[in-house]
């Protein structure tokens, strides 16, 4: 009898069924039957034991059975696989079951622990770029969370590596190199950071270019600066401009200006980021300033109705010769090129035409007309006049009665042109001081610019020079050359006059020295005032320079020689040698430097008065030096007492000129004739003219005044000439002021076309005591018409300027008898008893010259004035109450113009 048993190998995990065949041999025993059975048993081995999830396991094992019935074979994972992937302890059954039912088994224990974290890194390469070779430096760090990092590599990217996390590298070929940093863990786990570097061709230095216009030109040059730098790498740091004379500007391109003349190199220079530079440079030649063009412009008519044809005719000239534009700007948005040309205006208005020329320094310079356009309908004024007088004789004064009308009743002003170089607005009257014939004239504008017709008429003035002659009392006797008086001006000071000038608008100035003051009347011989003040020490002469200033000569005490401006105001006091006086009889020489002065002594002295200096003496051979006057040759005429005396300008004596009958000259003045001369003799009265060059007797006639009253002589001599140079107005013409305030008022300086591009200076004539007048601006030059504003200031305090004068009167008065004593002695030097005489005259003299000696000891040593204390300037003295014609003049070189203001002053 045969059994089938099913049976069931393990290995490996698996179960094989197999079929085995088993021959029982079956025995009776007794008639019973025995059946008997085991468990099977197993054994198992699971690799690895334990490990981190997941964690792959692999086991073998196998079960035995007696009976070989073993029907199945199970391992069980405990996690029901063989890969657990979550951590824990976990028991591998290996089961082996018979056909019985009966079971064996084998078990393993296996751990899982979690999954293994991998390493983690950073990683910081700098510098990241650059040229070739470039050093970099590598600064790293690795964490791993089970702290089982085994190794640390820095990978630069070129086929080296570094261990560790940080270190340097210098790559030596360009190109883009990635630097890795790698950790690994004993699990094998790695982790990792990276950073690009990127490795340049070698550093090239940057490159530049410049360019400066203007690259030449006269200083002060203003130039600009272009240029631009480029560098491969593109890492430029820097770029400077160095302008060469010290100055510098960032950046590629600037502007600069030369102050200097000379040669200047200006470079652009570049920095890159290596340190390496590049430049570009450029001269410029800076010469010295440019003199700009300078340009003269007429246009005409300068007035009009639209459409107003107008034609300007215009010149420049330029000292480089370098003119490269002349452009004429017409004011209406409108120009030509060139300096002449004709224009149209289409519509009413003031333009300001203006030629404009450019050299080729960039240097301009212009002139400009300014053109009123009147509307189409406006009609000009229309003038007429009428003159009170039409001729007559120096000083002649004449009226001027001007009629204008104008349709549209809007005359704008009204101007008379007196021909002399004055003029005023509208009706009104002047006084000519120089011969000639002169065409007065009166043009009208109105609002619209429109210019009237011009009315005019003629005055005819003739000079026949007249004598004036200074007598006691304060008076000067005015005498025609045939001896016939005219009239007589009275300083009203009741002292003697001697020494008398004439100032640039023919005002008369007479000293009266035993008064001690200076007068100044008015061409039609009316008191103007006062002139100067502080005269304590008997201001016996006067004189003019050229530029207004007035020297006075004093006799007595201090002998100083006195400077004053034109207004009266101390500038100066010179002190000079003398003789038996003071600076007595002054005259001033061509130079306008050169004082010649006699001292009632035997010489002729001579003093700088630009530079404060005794020049020599230039007479040593006189009797009694006094009135004195130099002739154009540079000699001079002496008034010596006995006699007349010309000496050459080395002082030799060529000629005496001594008719019978006289024997006291005292003073004398030139003919304007330039051939003659007059001289008046202090014992007789007599005024003579003589011929220079002969000496013959011309003219002699009597003052008509007792003996020993006449003193001075004076001629009024040809007034220089000057070119009108174009209205000047006042406005207003008038002003009244109480003393010590000031009156403000406009000047219109409206110059002729010659007088363009001129510089005119403003003065003031015929300015009371105590006041004075300014100009803002003082100076003007003319390229149109201007406008400046005139102030007239008074004083109105009172400083009592010469408090001892009085006392000293009475000696002054006594003095006056020495010459007369000496000049008396002197004419009975015939008689008999002259020995006796003059032994008497001698002692009086000497007792009166000792009295006049111990007083003027006294005043310098009291309040009188001295070179070391100059006396007060009329700007300390009330302005008195009257109404003054105040003369205001513009003047340049030989052209001026003229107008009078008449202030009243309450």
């Known amino acids: 009898m045969k059994l089938l048993r099913l049976s069931s190998d393990v290995m490996g995990g698996h179960a094989k069924n197999r079929i085995r065949f088993f021959t029982f041999v079956l025995f009776w025993v007794a008639s019973a039957t025995f059946l008997y059975a085991d468990n099977p048993t197993c054994s198992l081995s699971v690799t690895p034991p334990g490990g981190s999830a997941p964690l792959n396991v692999t086991a073998s094992g196998g079960c035995t ?88 590599v820095i990978t630069w990217g070129d086929g080296t590596s570094t261990v560790g996390t940080s270190g340097t590298h210098t790559f030596i070929n360009p190109g883009s190199f990635t630097v890795t940093l790698t950790a690994t863990d004993s699990a094998g786990n790695t982790g990792s950071a990276s950073q690009t570097v990127t490795v340049g061709s070698p550093n090239v230095p940057p490159s530049c270019t410049l360019q400066v216009a203007p690259n030449s030109g006269p200083a002060p040059l203003a130039v600009t600066a272009t240029g631009s730098c480029t560098d491969p790498e593109n890492d430029i740091v820097s770029e400077v401009i160095t302008w060469g004379d010290g100055t510098s500007t960032n950046g590629t391109s600037g502007a600069h200006t030369f102050t200097n003349a000379g040669s200047f190199t200006v470079t652009l220079k570049a920095t890159d980021s290596g340190g390496l530079t590049g430049s570009a440079s450029q001269t410029v030649t800076v010469s010295n300033p440019n003199v700009p063009p300078t340009c003269a412009l007429t246009v005409a008519p300068a007035s009009g109705p639209v459409p107003l044809n107008v034609t300007a005719n215009g010149n420049c000239t330029d000292p480089e010769n370098d003119i490269v534009s002349t452009v004429i700007n017409w004011g209406d948005g409108t120009s030509t090129q060139g300096t002449n040309g004709p224009h149209t205006y289409s519509s009413a208005g003031t333009f300001h035409v203006v030629l404009t020329a450019t050299d080729s320094a960039g240097g301009t310079g212009s002139a400009s007309q300014t053109v009123v356009v009147g509307p189409a309908n406006n009609v000009p004024p229309t003038c007429s006049m009428q003159l009170s007088s039409t001729s007559g004789k120096v000083p002649l004064t004449v009226t001027v009665q001007a009629n204008c009308t104008d349709p549209e009743n809007d005359i704008k002003s009204t101007v008379v042109d007196f021909g002399d170089g004055f003029y005023a607005a509208g009706t009104t009257s002047h006084t000519f001081v120089r011969a000639g014939t002169f065409s007065v004239t009166v043009v009208a504008t109105d609002s619209a610019g429109n210019v009237s017709n011009t009315a005019s008429g003629s005055v005819s003035i003739s000079d026949d020079p007249t004598l004036f002659v200074g007598v006691n009392s304060g008076q000067i006797k005015n005498f025609d050359q045939s001896g016939k008086a005219i009239n007589t001006l009275n300083t009203a000071r009741g002292g003697s006059v001697t020494g008398m000038a004439f100032d640039w608008v023919d005002n008369l100035y007479v000293t009266d020295f035993t008064a001690n003051g200076v007068t100044k009347f008015a061409p039609s011989g009316d008191v103007i005032g006062d002139f100067g003040a502080g005269y ?39 002190v000079v040698a003398t003789e038996v006086e003071g600076s007595d009889w002054i005259d001033l020489a061509e130079d306008q430097c050169t004082i010649l002065y006699t001292s009632q002594g035997t010489s002729v002295f001579s003093f700088n008065v630009c530079t404060n200096q005794q020049g020599p003496t230039l007479s040593t051979g006189l009797n009694t030096g006094l009135g004195l006057r130099i002739l154009p040759d540079g000699g001079a005429l002496i008034a010596d007492k006995q006699d007349i ?224 204390q100059p006396p007060p300037t009329p700007s300390s003295m009330t302005t008195p109450a009257a109404t003054y014609p105040i003369i205001i003049q513009a003047k340049s070189n030989s052209f001026a113009s003229s107008t009078v203001v008449n202030l009243s002053v309450q």
Not at 546 to 570: I, M, P, Q, W
């Open 65 to 152: 059975d007696l009976e070989n019935d073993i029907v199945t074979e199970v391992i069980d994972w405990g996690d029901g696989t063989n890969t657990p992937t979550a951590a824990g302890t976990f028991n591998v059954v290996l089961t082996a079951t018979d056909s019985f039912g009966n079971q064996g088994t084998s078990s393993q224990q296996i751990v899982v622990t979690p999954p293994n974290a991998p390493p983690s890194c950073t990683l910081q390469v700098a510098p990241s770029s650059g040229p070739a070779p470039l050093a970099v430096t590598a600064t790293g760090s690795c964490t791993d969370p089970e702290n089982d990092i085994i190794s640390e």
């Open 536 to 574: 304590s020490c008997k201001p016996e002469s006067i004189v003019f320079d050229r530029a207004g200033n007035a020297y006075v000569g004093e006799t007595g005490c201090s002998h100083a020689l006195l400077k004053f401006d034109a207004y009266g105001n101390l500038l100066a006091s010179f």
């Open 645 to 868: 005396v010309r000496i050459d300008s080395a002082g030799r004596i060529i000629t005496r000129y001594n008719p019978s009958g006289e024997s006291c000259w005292v003073s004398l003045t030139l003919d304007p004739d330039g051939k003659s001369f007059w001289a008046v003799d202090y014992c007789s009265s007599d005024i003579i003219r003589f011929d220079i060059t002969s000496g013959n007797q011309l003219t002699k006639f009597n003052s008509g005044t007792p003996t020993q009253t006449v003193f001075g002589i004076a001629m009024r001599g040809a007034t220089a000439e000057t070119t009108p140079a174009g209205p000047l107005i006042a406005s207003p013409p008038t002003a009244s002021v109480a003393a010590g305030q000031s009156a403000s008022l406009q000047l219109t300086f409206s110059p002729s076309s010659a007088a363009m591009n001129q510089t005119f200076t403003f003065a003031c004539a015929n300015l009371p005591i105590g006041s004075s007048c300014s100009f803002s601006p003082a100076t003007v030059t003319t390229t149109s018409p201007v406008t400046v504003n005139l102030t007239i200031s008074t004083t109105g305090r009172s400083a009592g300027l010469m408090p001892s004068s009085a006392s000293r009167v009475p000696v002054y008065a006594i003095w006056l008898l020495v010459p007369n004593l000496i000049l008396r002695c002197n004419a009975h030097r015939t008689k008999k008893n002259k020995k006796l005489q003059f032994f008497f005259c001698a002692i009086v003299v000497g007792a009166l010259t000792a009295s006049l000696l111990a007083c003027g000891s006294s005043s310098r040593g009291g309040t009188g004035s001295s070179a070391g």
